[in-house]
């Protein structure tokens, strides 16, 4: 069995992230609502002059023309007990074939993000595949895991700069299997788990991406492979991304302007900063909103997301579940559930 994840593991990471995956189009929302025929369900950006459907194998999709939108037919909706939820389409825009995989929304609604996965309870290594697919059985709205680049240019997921006592920037991905392949949980790469991810439609994939020690240069390539594997795969109806360098996020931005990410650094840019860049939200730590009272609302009174990390005490963790935080980040995901339900 672990010679078979060694050889899957491999053969993930050892696939090449060119420059130009990304399309030069992009959609605002790649989420199918349940019950809403005729709904729209994603604009396309930037709005093209000429846009013709090449492929819908689901028969479900119509385009309107006027809006510049991928729209469900007038007679057509997806139900709640539908089993299948990615569907496929193709689109000549401009005349360029864009492809695109278009997602039910069947994910959780509950603004519980397990940090790191969920890891704890369970007692696995943290941004593992198994503590995201724990996540998933506990139905988190999100999933959130920390990426580095190892010596060989392979995204693998980590949180700090070694694992197992590795250093991960200096190793190569395949040291990184072969050294870590006897743990219960060795070191995947983003495509494994990204993998995993697209076999359910509860829980998203939050990227944090890493600054690299090695300068600059290498965190944006860290950031490109990053944002290229996820296009490469189509998995844009699922992923949002963190960082605290906030030129990581501007570069995000760049190559998706559509792409949802939120700033971790409280304190380095004001608000009005973030609208300005087309930042989507904040993701600061309870200090920030304990020093702030009305940083919540501020927030929400421009337009941005908000999230707060990390926090796992059960009267903390309920309080801000009532200030209406968008997202809560714990290490304690069974928690804050039991606290969720017990409200409701």
């Known amino acids: 069995m672990k010679n078979a994840i060694f050889i899957i593991g491999m053969f993930i990471s050892s696939i090449t992230v060119k420059a130009g995956n990304i399309s030069n189009f992009v959609l605002d929302n790649y989420l199918i609502p349940v019950d809403q025929p005729g709904k729209i369900i994603g604009y396309i950006y930037p ?3 000429n846009i013709r459907l090449l492929s819908d194998t689901s028969s479900l999709f119509r385009i309107d023309f006027k809006k510049k939108a991928i729209c469900l037919k007038k007679n057509k909706a997806l139900s709640v007990g539908q089993m299948s939820y990615r569907y496929g389409i193709t689109l000549l825009i401009d005349g360029k074939e864009c492809e695109f995989e278009l997602l039910k929304d ?7 993000v397990a940090h790191r996965g969920a890891w704890r309870k369970k007692g696995v290594l943290q941004n593992s595949v198994r503590s995201f697919q724990n996540a ?18 392979k ?5 700090d700069s070694h694992v197992y006592g590795l250093e991960v920037e200096n190793i190569t991905s395949l040291q990184l299997f072969q050294q870590t392949i006897n743990e219960k949980d060795p070191v995947p790469s983003l495509q494994e788990l990204l993998m995993a991810a697209r076999a359910q439609n ?6 944090e991406i890493k600054d690299s020690q090695k300068g600059w240069e290498r965190t944006l390539q860290l950031t490109d492979s990053v944002v290229n594997i ?9 992923v949002e991304y963190i960082s605290f360098n906030y030129e990581v ?15 971790l650094w409280e304190g380095k840019k004001q608000l009005g900063d973030l609208i300005k860049d087309r930042i989507s939200g904040i993701d600061y730590s309870y200090y920030a909103y304990r020093q ?6 501020n927030a929400k009174s421009m337009g941005l997301l908000t999230n707060v990390w990390t926090v796992n005490d059960a009267e903390e963790l309920l309080l801000y579940y009532q200030q209406g935080v968008d997202y809560i980040t714990t290490d304690e995901p069974e928690l804050l559930l039991k606290i969720i339900n017990s409200l409701n």
């Open 202 to 207: 509860i829980t998203h994939p939050v990227i």
């Open 249 to 263: 996020l501007k570069r995000i931005r760049e190559l998706d302007p559509t792409a949802k990410t939120l700033y």
């Open 155 to 159: 995204v693998v997921l980590s949180h």
């Open 106 to 112: 069947g994910f959780s609604k509950n603004k519980v």
């Open 292 to 297: 702030d009272k009305n940083l919540v609302k």
């Open 136 to 153: 998933v059985e506990l139905g988190c709205q999100w999933s959130e895991m920390d990426v580095w680049l190892t010596a060989d240019n």
């Open 230 to 238: 996820v296009h490469r795969m189509k998995m844009q109806g699922y």
């Open 47 to 49: 709005a093209p002059a």
